[in-house]
């Protein structure tokens, strides 16, 4: 299409990264199939931690030099890590989780706003 690289850069990584979790509050507030939201949303995330650097390095490595396995390891950090953290402190800590649970709903809403 004639873009410059960093153009190009940025559309092949827009293309590689699923769809969010704003998708499924604009499924909840569509009245859609939020579960249906919620389950393509993970499938896609958790594809896109090892997906994205291999198909960025495939599709944007002609343009700009990426270190797939790099890459790899710090989508690792910013998906799984948080996830594998959250799933052990609510087996380690129930109570201590259950008492902070009514109020990540708001902080959710501020991670997703900033």
């Not at 410059?4 to 507030?29: E, K, Y």
């Not at 389950?39 to 002609?62: D, E, Y």
Request: charged share 10%; proline share 7%.
């Amino acid at each position: 299409f004639g873009l410059p690289d960093a153009f190009a850069v940025g559309v092949v990584l827009v293309a590689c990264c699923p769809g969010g979790t704003a998708s499924n509050i604009v499924s909840f507030l569509a009245r859609a199939d939020v579960p249906l939201s919620v389950l393509m949303t993970t499938c896609s995330t958790a594809g896109a931690v090892a997906l994205t650097p291999v198909l960025t390095k495939l599709l944007a490595g002609t343009l700009v030099p990426v270190d797939a396995l790099e890459m790899l390891w710090s989508t690792a950090q910013i998906v799984l890590l948080p996830v594998l953290l959250g799933a052990l402190f609510n087996s380690r800590f129930p109570r201590s989780t259950q008492r902070v649970a009514r109020y990540t709903p708001a902080g959710a809403v501020l991670m997703v706003a900033v």
